[in-house]
């Protein structure tokens, strides 16, 4: 059972990145999926979540309009693109699932590595 987390890089302001979350040994469908990142001394935050179903999703204020929040069950894979970049969004991206649509990281169990993002101005 394993998640991992992939896409980052390096990126000037204003430009787009895509994260993609690739789930193995289970399938990710039947989880809630959130990604979470944590900037540097800061504690980590819940970006954007999508429920199972992929009815409701969550976005955090800071990121609504920039980022969408999508999965791909045929490739058992989930996604994160984010558009209008800014410096603030440098921080390492994680993704989890979890068996309750939350925004807090407490209701995710399994995680996978993060990826680096880094926005220069």
């Known amino acids: 059972v394993q998640l991992q987390a992939s896409g980052g890089g390096m990126m000037q302001a204003g430009g787009s990145l895509t994260l993609t979350c690739t789930a193995s040994g289970f399938t990710l469908g039947y989880y809630n999926i959130g990604w979470f990142r944590q900037a540097s001394g800061r504690e980590r935050e819940g970006v954007s979540c999508?429920?199972?179903?992929?009815?409701?999703?969550y976005y955090e204020d800071s990121v609504k309009g920039r980022f969408t929040i999508s999965g791909d069950n045929a490739k058992n894979t989930a996604f994160l693109r984010m558009n209008s970049l800014k410096p603030e969004d440098t921080a390492v991206y994680s993704c989890a699932i979890g068996s309750s649509f939350d925004s807090s990281a407490s209701a995710y169990h399994i995680w996978g590595q993060g990826t680096l993002v880094t926005v220069s101005s």
């Open positions: 999508i429920s199972r179903s992929a009815r409701t999703l």
